[in-house]
């Protein structure tokens, strides 16, 4: 604690952070079990995830179909209906078939690791010699090998993928959240 900036323990971060500090250490343990949890089960996790997806699919097309119901003078209201439609039927696909789904959505993952490593290569090299390039450019490598390793190793790769990366997410957020709140 004595090592932060004076000006940061005068803020209202820093007064909030402490006020709120056994809050954000709370979620901080909740996050760090659900993390392992989802680790040591991945295909569970996996499907969660999908499932979750999926509810999320059927909220949004049911809100959109209410809208072109109820927008019906509005000269797209047929796109927007139809839009509804399309999105409730992904909602119900990856909602209520548990494992049919999991080889598009990591394929999807593996795509958006592909995007987001070319676009980091990019600005890596746009930034070099600048300071730190070489770790934005380590990220996008490692997000292209990602890219490649999910997507070349499906059908295998969906059983396990995505629970595992949503549990390595929910550490790490868990354990940054613990050490937050045990630095005020």
């Known amino acids: 604690m004595s090592d932060l900036p004076p000006e940061f323990k005068q803020s209202d971060l820093y007064a909030a952070i402490k006020a709120g500090r056994d809050r954000f250490q709370r979620l901080g343990w909740i996050l ?43 000269g797209s209201a047929i796109w927007s209906g139809l839009s509804g439609f399309l999105q409730l ?54 997000s292209l090998v990602l890219g490649v390793l999910l997507i070349s190793g499906l059908p295998g790769t969906a059983l396990w993928a995505i629970g595992l990366l949503m549990g390595l997410n929910a550490l790490t957020t868990g354990i940054s959240f613990v050490v937050l709140a045990r630095s005020v």
Request: hydrophobic fraction near 65%; glycine fraction near 14%; aromatic fraction near 16%.
């Open 32 to 74: 760090i079990g659900i993390g392992v949890l989802a680790i040591l089960f991945p295909l569970v996790a996996s499907i969660a995830t999908k499932v979750l997806v999926g509810v999320v699919f059927l909220v949004a097309g049911g809100f959109t179909l209410h809208h072109a119901f109820w927008a019906r003078d509005w």
């Open 89 to 142: 039927a992904v909602g119900v696909y990856l909602a209520f078939f548990p494992l049919t789904g999991l080889v598009g959505l990591t394929f999807l993952v593996g795509l958006a690791f592909l995007v987001q490593g070319a676009m980091e290569m990019f600005i890596a090299f746009q930034h070099r010699p600048g300071k730190g390039w070489a770790w934005m450019g380590f990220s996008g490598l490692a």
